[in-house]
Every structure is written in C-alpha cells, then in structure tokens.
Nanobody, 124 residues
Framework: QVQLVESGGGLVETGASLRLSCAASGRTFSTYGMGWFRQAPGKDREFVAAISGSGSIRNYADSVKGRFTVSRDNAKNTVYLLMNNLKPEDTAVYYC?????????????????WGQGTQVTVSL
C-alpha cells in the first residue's frame, strides 16, 4: 500500500501557473507509475497526466497537452504537476495516484492508491 499526500493547490487567475506536489511512501517509488486525475463539480473523475516509474514515459490528456508537465524525483519520492496557462475549465479537485504497474497508465482502474485531493480554482 502506498500513502500519498498532495499539496500546492489554490486560487489563481486565468493564465497563471501552479505546481502540485505529491509525496509518496510505502513502496519503492521508482517501481510504479504515478498519475494525476481531476474531478470538477458534477463531473466524473478524468485523467490528466501520468509518468512511468523511471520517468521516461509521460502521457497527457488532450485538454492539458502543451500546458501541463508531469515530472518526478525518485530520490525525493515525489511527483509534480506543473500547470501553466491555467483556464477556468481546469478548476477541479486534483488527485495523485500510484499505479499498480510501472506504466504511465491513463485509466483510473490501473491505480491502487489515491491521495486526498487538492483544490485548484481558476478565476476569470
């Protein structure tokens, strides 16, 4: 079992940037992929970005490609999501998740552990 703690959310204006962090513990960090998902009010949870255990493979949702960057520091057991040029439609609770494999999975069923979520709100 992996324990995950997110941080870095907040209220920002359109066009601003934020960096989310997710600290992991409980398993050897480099052996599993990490993902970011988000859930807006009244909507289903959706995939945002994922990174493989080694960091060599990254996947993004089309809606964030070119604006968001996922990265990881295996020495610090931490994964990051750098969000640039934020838009109001990015407003959501953001969750990090630990995959059951080393892959940069895009589907939530491939993730066995979830953080508590951090709120990101983008104002007009």
């Amino acid at each position: 079992q992996v324990q995950l703690v997110e941080s870095g959310g907040g209220l920002v204006e359109t066009g601003a940037s934020l960096r989310l962090s997710c600290a992991a513990s409980g398993r050897t960090f480099s052996t599993y992929g990490m993902g970011w998902f988000r859930q807006a009010p009244g909507k289903d949870r959706e995939f945002v970005a994922a990174i493989s255990g080694s960091g060599s493979i990254r996947n993004y949702a089309d809606s964030v490609k070119g604006r968001f960057t996922v990265s990881r520091d295996n020495a610090k057991n931490t994964v990051y999501l750098l969000m640039n040029n934020l838009k109001p439609e990015d407003t959501a609770v953001y969750y990090c998740a630990a995959s059951t494999t080393w892959r940069a999975s895009t589907t939530s069923t491939q993730y066995g552990s979830w953080g508590q979520g951090t709120q990101v709100t983008v104002s007009l």
